[in-house]
């Protein structure tokens, strides 16, 4: 059953300001994924670093041996 009296319009004004605060929440949550893989991409092991990630010490103390 649908409900009596209904106004769209009214339905319409009271929806709106919801609707586009859920809209800028999508566009704030595709910014910040954007950012972070911008910021992953960046902060990432160059191709040619041949030393891994964490070994950095290991490898000053075998060299100084």
Same mark, same amino acid.
């Given at each position: 059953?649908?409900?009596?009296?209904?106004?769209?319009?009214?339905?319409?004004?009271?929806?709106?300001?919801?609707?586009?605060?859920?809209?800028?929440?999508?566009?704030?949550?595709?910014?910040? /994924?954007?950012? /972070?893989?911008?910021?992953?991409?960046?902060?990432?092991?160059?191709?040619?670093?041949?030393?891994?990630?964490?070994?950095?010490?290991?490898?000053?103390?075998?060299?100084?041996?």
């Amino acid at each position: 059953m649908s409900a009596p009296n209904t106004d769209v319009e009214k339905q319409k004004r009271r929806h709106k300001t919801p609707l586009m605060g859920m809209a800028w929440m999508i566009v704030w949550a595709v910014v910040l /994924l954007i950012g /972070l893989i911008v910021y992953i991409t960046m902060t990432g092991n160059e191709p040619g670093d041949d030393t891994p990630i964490g070994a950095e010490g290991a490898a000053t103390e075998q060299s100084a041996e």
